[in-house]
């Protein structure tokens, strides 16, 4: 029989929220092979029990981590897109669109605290898997990407669904990148030059998205 740790969820479950928030820190910090499930709990202020009767064991509190970020992460990016085509008023801009996407995508990393957690945890899962590769396309990619396409499709009739997707893949391309380069800066301790700056390169990636877009959707037609 699967455990499911969503069995043992209850709404203001104090311990597991400690939990999940301890294994976070400690995992982003050590990763998962060098973070023991005492340091967890003791991290947690639990017993050492905890853990099994939460969660059935260190695999599944870490697979529950990245299900409970990912959920997040993809509400985050998915939920502005879908406000803005159900808003009253005219159909959003392609312009919109795209900023509305980049604001969200950004928004969660920027916070210094949250964002170099979030990004030490997928960088050392990367580096060393614990998780099924699956679960990233299914929980986030793959809705994130579908979510997007349909927006960018409703902003430019003609667009295909496989122009849709390559321009998805290219204004994520450039947004881990301009993620990446802040979060290189930051460890090596330089200040980012002044055309490099996380906000200015946002607003050149939302224009440069938008302009490419056009003319892939402009050339499609001649």
Same mark, same amino acid.
């Given at each position: +029989?699967?455990?499911?740790?969503?069995?043992?969820?209850?709404?203001?479950?104090?311990?597991?929220?400690?939990?999940?928030?301890? =294994?976070?820190?400690?995992?982003?910090?050590?990763? #998962?092979?060098?973070?023991?499930?005492?340091? /967890?709990?003791?991290?947690?202020?639990?017993?050492?029990? =905890?853990?099994?009767?939460? #969660?059935? !064991?260190? &695999?599944?509190?870490?697979?529950?981590?990245?299900? @409970?970020?990912?959920?997040?992460? @993809?509400?985050?990016?998915?939920?502005?897109?879908?406000?803005?085509?159900?808003? !009253? !008023?005219?159909?959003?801009?392609?312009?919109? /669109?795209?900023?509305?996407?980049?604001?969200?995508?950004?928004?969660?990393?920027?916070?210094?605290?949250?964002?170099?957690?979030?990004?030490?945890?997928?960088? @050392? $899962? +990367? *580096?060393?898997?614990?998780?099924?590769?699956? +679960?990233?396309? $299914?929980? +986030?990619?793959?809705?994130? %990407? $579908?979510?997007?396409? @349909?927006?960018?499709?409703?902003?430019?009739?003609?667009?295909?669904?496989?122009?849709?997707?390559?321009?998805?893949?290219?204004? /994520?391309?450039?947004?881990?990148?301009? /993620?990446?380069?802040?979060?290189?800066?930051?460890?090596?301790?330089?200040?980012? %030059?002044?055309?490099?700056? *996380?906000?200015?390169?946002? &607003?050149?990636?939302?224009?440069?998205?938008?302009? !490419?877009?056009?003319?892939?959707?402009?050339?499609?037609?001649?």
């Amino acid at each position: +029989m699967t455990f499911d740790p969503q069995e043992r969820a209850e709404p203001g479950d104090g311990t597991r929220n400690k939990l999940l928030d301890a =294994a976070e820190r400690l995992f982003a910090e050590k990763g #998962f092979e060098q973070t023991s499930v005492r340091e /967890i709990t003791t991290e947690a202020g639990a017993n050492i029990a =905890a853990v099994n009767y939460h #969660f059935g !064991g260190k &695999d599944n509190l870490y697979r529950e981590i990245f299900h @409970r970020r990912l959920a997040h992460l @993809r509400e985050q990016r998915t939920s502005k897109i879908e406000a803005l085509q159900h808003e !009253g !008023g005219s159909r959003p801009t392609l312009e919109d /669109i795209v900023s509305a996407f980049t604001s969200a995508f950004l928004e969660p990393l920027m916070d210094h605290s949250e964002g170099r957690i979030l990004i030490e945890l997928i960088a @050392r $899962e +990367m *580096l060393s898997p614990h998780l099924p590769r699956t +679960m990233f396309f $299914e929980e +986030m990619i793959d809705p994130v %990407r $579908e979510s997007l396409s @349909r927006a960018l499709q409703s902003a430019v009739p003609g667009l295909t669904d496989a122009e849709a997707a390559r321009c998805v893949h290219s204004i /994520i391309g450039q947004l881990v990148h301009v /993620i990446h380069h802040s979060r290189l800066a930051t460890e090596a301790g330089r200040q980012p %030059r002044e055309e490099l700056d *996380l906000h200015v390169m946002a &607003d050149h990636v939302i224009r440069f998205s938008v302009g !490419g877009i056009q003319a892939i959707a402009g050339s499609s037609k001649v």
